[in-house]
């Protein structure tokens, strides 16, 4: 490698140390492999090749991260967009910022404290990146709170919309407002007194908190008290709507006005707000686990009581009352973020959603019914299967409709007397999914149904226990994977009884079989019956399921044993022809870009010649258009209205385009701690599609970033006499414009033309 003067046998690190390995060590991964070894599936990692360390190579995990939060905070802080948008954008940042000091911060807190002095592979310890984080998240601080306090807070008012306080209301407004206290929330709280008799009480994460100071009016002793404002009321409530005006009035706000009601005899010192966040990144051993079930969910009761992370508290609040919290809740000042005002800003969302003020939203968007299905409006309507049967079709969600779609390829094959079986991995869903009912239906109506559910979906644990378990009772053949790796692919296959023998249907889709998010997510989808793709996924859900030595597919690249080697092979095939002086192209659209062995082979593709576009929404640790490293290698990230998710990998292949999609990105985690698979798409309409999708990417000037050889984003702006061009815009208007019946052969709607790649 260029510039590297390292022996690979004598790396000062860990290159897979960064959170899948907090201990320094690699005896969870060797762990791993003695799993996968029993299951022919041993990884293909091979960390010895790697020729390159440090900042000259590589950003920091934690930090891109948080330079991916700061472009989301810039959709709030963005004028163009509508003003109850930016408002939820700042609910988004918040609700981030929460998660990421579960998983991240959680995660180096937990090095640190087992002594972890093992370099991250961009050259820094625990303890170091943890000071970075805390500035830059201070800093993140400061503006999403001006953003939201200085700037938005008074456009809403002049848009009618006034977020009062107490001491603001009318003598008839402090009425209803006391008597939504009286039969809303004073029924439902226990304010909790510490004493002797009374230890200090658990606080549970996420949850906003008064800690109350007070004085016995005859002894003059002080107490402390706490009260706990309920999550299962609304952060908001509607004090008033007038005409065009909308007064609302906080709960927290309301209850510390009314707190005298808990205390009656006792006088207020003081009551201020403070929040604790915690620690998710809880360790567990699967290898030596009897029941993977029992062990997420006594994973879930410790997380509940685990370490605290992050406490945020008024800045108002006296001293006394700081230093006592400090010590019952075991926080340092490092770990501790004063603020002016309200906490907890995740809420924010719910503004978005007040009733009118459509003026000041995204114009409602409803996903279009998918061209295959279309010409069902005027004649009879033919099942999935017999549209399947004309050829294989991508869906593209959530421009595409997932309810007339993939769920309905699911309820389909659970009503369908010819279905016999239906397998699918579950990752996450929502409470009440649709998806599950059929398969519950389809296993009631003696189907043979199979599902295999990954208990450890990051926060989707306790939802997916009680899926599984519903499954179960039903008679779902439910399966949990494997010890030490997630299940983290999106497959289904039906097989249907024909005239001419068994056929399987199959869907592989980018995003989770959830139908909540997939109105918000960016996701692909893929149809079809090809005898070589479903016979791949057969063989997918028989590893999973049971023991495969020697699993050989047809097209797929599955991973944690063949994909990391396949892409790396690609990526030569690339090299190859910029050395020959041929043309060589490579497009990678993913969420994240992480895995050093990938990143060091883009950088020797770059030095060869290879024209790369990387289209990463969030963490990228590759450092781009650095001279004499990656000249050619561009860093592309979309942030809009809807969340980009889906991967789509292209390589020119000597003029022979290929296309990949899937779940997968290009992550250690995801080569090889994951059961994940690409799909190669073949048909050249579908290629045709991807195309257009990956170059409108290329070319938009309202929502893309690029980044910079430091590290640093900067939105790409239009330039004088150009047209706009928004991914999201482009993508909502075309679907709306493919009116027209299409033949067959062209199983999606396609543009007269399109860009080149």
């Known amino acids: 490698m260029p510039g590297s003067s390292l022996s690979p046998d004598k790396l000062p690190f860990d290159p897979l140390l960064n959170r899948d390995n907090a201990k320094g060590n690699k005896t969870a991964n060797y762990k791993k492999n003695e799993v996968l070894k029993k299951k022919g599936m041993e990884i293909d990692t091979r960390p010895s090749e790697l020729q390159i360390f440090g900042k000259d190579y590589f950003l920091n995990y934690e930090l891109s991260w948080l330079n991916f939060n700061w472009r989301v905070l810039a959709e709030a802080e963005n004028e163009s967009v509508p003003l109850l948008e930016r408002v939820k954008f700042i609910g988004i940042v918040c609700s981030n910022l929460d998660e990421f000091f579960q998983k991240r911060v959680g995660g180096l807190k937990r090095q640190l404290h087992a002594g972890v002095t093992a370099l991250s592979i961009d050259g820094h310890t625990p303890e170091e990146q943890l000071k970075k984080i805390r500035s830059s998240v201070r800093k993140m601080i400061k503006s999403y709170r001006n953003c939201y306090f200085n700037d938005l807070l008074p456009q809403l008012r002049k848009e009618g919309i006034f977020i009062r306080e107490y001491h603001e209301l009318s003598d008839e407004l402090k009425e209803k407002a006391d008597h939504y206290f009286e039969s809303q929330l004073y029924p439902i709280i226990t304010p909790l007194a510490v004493d002797e008799a009374h230890p200090f009480p658990f606080i549970s994460n996420k949850s906003r908190s008064l800690a109350v100071k007070l004085e016995h009016p005859d002894t003059g002793e002080e107490h402390f008290a706490r009260i706990k404002i309920p999550a299962n009321r609304p952060r908001w409530i509607e004090i008033e709507r007038s005409g065009e005006q909308l007064s609302l009035l906080s709960i927290s706000d309301l209850i510390k006005n009314k707190i005298h009601s808990f205390f009656p005899g006792m006088k207020i010192l003081s009551a201020h707000i403070f929040r604790v966040t915690r620690n998710a990144d809880i360790e567990r051993n699967e290898e030596e686990a009897d029941d993977l079930l029992e062990l997420i969910e006594e994973e879930l009761r410790e997380r509940r009581f685990a370490k605290i992370v992050r406490l945020e508290i008024d800045e108002k609040t006296p001293k006394d009352v700081k230093d006592y919290l400090f010590r019952q809740l075991g926080v340092s000042k490092s770990d501790t973020y004063e603020m002016d005002g309200p906490l907890g800003l995740a809420d924010a969302t719910q503004l978005c959603s007040v009733e009118g003020f459509s003026h000041l939203k995204f114009a409602p968007w409803t996903p279009a019914l998918h061209p295959v299905f279309r010409h069902e409006i005027e004649q009879e309507k033919p099942n999935v299967f017999q549209v399947m049967n004309k050829g294989d079709f991508l869906v593209h969600h959530p421009y595409h409709s997932f309810e007339s779609s993939t769920q309905r390829f699911v309820e389909e094959a659970a009503r369908d007397p010819k279905v016999l079986a239906i397998k699918q991995t579950l990752y996450r869903t929502s409470s009440d999914s649709q998806v ?317 033309s399109s860009p080149g790649a």
């Not at 009680?466 to 999106?490: D, R």
């Not at 016979?535 to 590893?543: G, K, V």
């Not at 290698?633 to 942030?639: G, S």
């Not at 893309?704 to 006499?721: F, H, Q």
Request: aromatic letters at 8%.
């Open 436 to 752: 599950m009912h059929a398969l519950i239906k389809a296993a009631e109506e003696d189907k043979q149904v199979a599902v295999l559910v990954e208990l450890k979906a990051r926060f989707d644990e306790e939802r997916n226990i009680s899926w599984a378990h519903k499954l179960e009772k039903s008679g779902v053949h439910v399966s949990y994977g494997m010890p030490g790796f997630k299940i983290h692919t999106k497959l289904t296959i039906v097989v249907r009884e024909e005239q001419d023998g068994l056929r399987r249907y199959v869907h592989i889709g980018t995003g989770n079989y959830h139908p909540d998010t997939a109105q918000l997510y960016e996701d692909l989808g893929y149809f079809t019956c090809r005898n070589d793709i479903a016979s791949d996924i057969s063989d997918i859900f028989n590893l999973l399921t049971g023991y495969a030595p020697s699993q050989t597919y047809n097209k797929m690249l599955v991973a944690p044993r063949h994909m990391r080697r396949s892409i790396s092979e690609l990526i030569d095939s690339e090299i190859s022809a910029a050395k020959k002086g041929e043309k060589a192209r490579i497009i990678a659209k993913m969420n994240n870009l992480e895995d050093p062995l990938i990143i060091q082979k883009l950088y020797e593709a770059s030095a060869a010649g290879v024209k790369i576009d990387l289209i990463v929404r969030s963490v990228c640790r590759l450092i781009p258009r650095k001279k004499g490293l990656s000249d050619n290698i561009k860093v592309h990230a979309i942030i809009g209205r809807f969340l980009e998710h889906s991967r789509c990998y292209y390589f020119h292949n000597g003029g022979n385009d290929l296309y990949f999609i899937g779940s997968a990105d290009w992550m250690h985690r995801n080569l090889d701690a994951r059961v994940e698979a690409l799909v190669p798409i073949e048909h050249p309409a579908l290629k045709k599609y991807l195309q257009f999708v990956l170059n409108t990417i290329l070319r938009d000037n309202s929502q893309r970033w690029l980044m910079n050889s430091k590290g640093k984003y900067t939105r790409v702006k239009r330039k004088k006499n150009e047209n706009q061009i928004s991914i999201h815009r482009t993508l909502m208007d075309h679907v709306k414009s493919a009116d027209s019946p299409i033949p067959s052969s062209l199983p999606i709607h396609m543009p007269v």
